[in-house]
């Protein structure tokens, strides 16, 4: 959350910008836990959780094939960096649309 407002910049993962994948990789650096750079690759990490049984942390993919990433907050949100000209934010899950499943890493 401390990097809601930092701006979108494709292919970075931090300190300052981010793309999606690039969000979730620097988080999960934060926690000692190690991730490609890749929302495509992140989506078959860690185990499958059903919509119903979203936790914080879990992460949220969109598309087919899947091109984006977010990080579940809980009530129905989530943080994740969009795309260019808006800053990482948070946001409800289903504003993304095309929502394809989650997977929890920890």
Same mark, same amino acid.
């Given at each position: 959350m401390a990097q809601?407002? +930092?701006p979108y910049v494709w292919a970075a *993962?931090? &300190? +300052? *910008?981010f793309d999606c994948s690039g969000l979730v990789q620097y988080a999960y650096a934060a926690a000692g836990i190690d991730l490609p750079h890749s929302s495509r690759m992140q989506s078959t990490m =860690?185990? &499958? !959780? @059903?919509? @119903? *049984?979203l936790q914080p942390g879990d992460l949220l993919f969109f598309y087919s094939p899947v091109s984006h990433v977010g990080i579940y907050i809980g009530n129905g949100?989530? !943080?994740h960096a969009s795309t260019a000209g808006v800053p990482v934010r948070t946001a409800a899950i289903d504003s993304? =649309? @095309?929502?394809?499943?989650a997977?929890?890493?920890a």
């Open positions: 809601v407002g +930092d *993962a931090g &300190p +300052d *910008a =860690g185990t &499958p !959780v @059903s919509r @119903s *049984a949100q989530m !943080v993304m =649309g @095309s929502y394809t499943g997977r929890r890493i």
